[in-house]
């Protein structure tokens, strides 16, 4: 079965280049299928789930073409509104393809999305946003039946701030007469990225980053270039690495202002940063000092998809650390995993309570979702001896490249069958 063979106590060293957003480039290449014309995304990165972003619009009748990390996406033949059951379960953010289809075709039909289990996610939100903006949408055998023939701009306030939701409702209005103001949007960089590709394409979206967008729709968008962000999830799983590690190391092409609640964490647990630019520099401490409380909330808060890197860190700090994971009920599986290296971790609910030990000890562990598989691979480079990570399939769907990364920084690991 293939895994990753980590051997752990080698301190890091070097510099590597961090990829683009996964979180930013999957809304952008659904986005694509507006303007109906030739779109040029660059610095994707090579992640399952962008593959699996690029077979939809294949099926839709888009035309793909990859170059390196560049992506070429024609939709002047756009022909289909159905995303078959295969491809919309394999991940959470095929659902925003909803929004981008009904601008383009007015109608669709999707089924419920898949992707990691991280408790239930429900795309309620997204529903209801529609539904007041004049989408019919029809349930049956687990398949939406959507018509937005008669959409009609409106104000949407978010119970949630939702990024999914907040996606969807920006691809949705931006084809159309009228303007639809989100309330209480999700303010994540990926949003802001979202939002600058669509005004290059000709759209009216402001506000993003901020708790209220606006759309002024206009009649059609056209052809553009774009380059994603870069990834501040990847960014923090590096900086985690040396920490677990020790060493130093500096990561390039990182925008630091979209990591700023990690970054503190990092320095409160003892480690010295010198930011840059586009650049991060980290020397690890000794020995890594406990947080009382981590809290995950929304952007700009604590990111949930930093929790189980977080986790993997304090587990070898000095004294407790208190985790409370407000955004995803399933987040805490990486918890069991830690605890078979010997961890000393207690769940209560959303709360996680980590008594850090001098040492983790490698083993055989089970990446159970994309940033539980990361977190594994932060703790087994500060372990003891070696350690298996099995179901690499799900780091792959976040992570270009990894262990060819690691292995750039002096890491001893090695993708293995
Ligand atoms: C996006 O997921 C990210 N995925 C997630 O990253 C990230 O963890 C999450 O935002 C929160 O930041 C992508 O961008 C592709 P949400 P999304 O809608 O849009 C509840 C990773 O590891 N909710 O903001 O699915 C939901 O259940 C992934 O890269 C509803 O109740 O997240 C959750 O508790 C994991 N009803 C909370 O809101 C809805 O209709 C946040 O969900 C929608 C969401």
Redesign the pocket.
Known sequence: MEHINISGGYPLSGEIDIHGA??AV?PVLAATILCGDECVIHNCPQLSDVETTIEILCELGCRVKRENNHIIVNSGNLSGNFIPHSLMTKM??SIIFLGAILARHKTAVVCFPGG?E?G???????IKAFRKLGVKIHEAHGFLHCDAKDFSPAGIHLD?P????TENIMLLSCISKGETTIINA?R?P?IQDLQDFLNAMGAKVSGAGSSIIRIQGVDKLHSTEHSIIPDR?VASTYLSACMCAGGKILINKVNPQHLQAYLSILEESGAKLDIYNSSIEITAPDKIKNINMIRTSPYPGF???SQSIAMSMLSVAEGTSLIKET??EGRFRHASELMKMGADIKIEGDLAIIQGVNRLKGTDVYAKD??SGAGLVVAALGADGDTNIFNTHYIDR?YDRLCDQLIILGAKAERKN
């Open positions: 996964k979180n999957l959470r953010s990691c991280l239930p996610r429900p795309i309620d939100l997204h949630f939702s990024v999914g939701a999700a994540e990926e999830i990111p949930t998809d955004i995803f994309l940033r976040g």
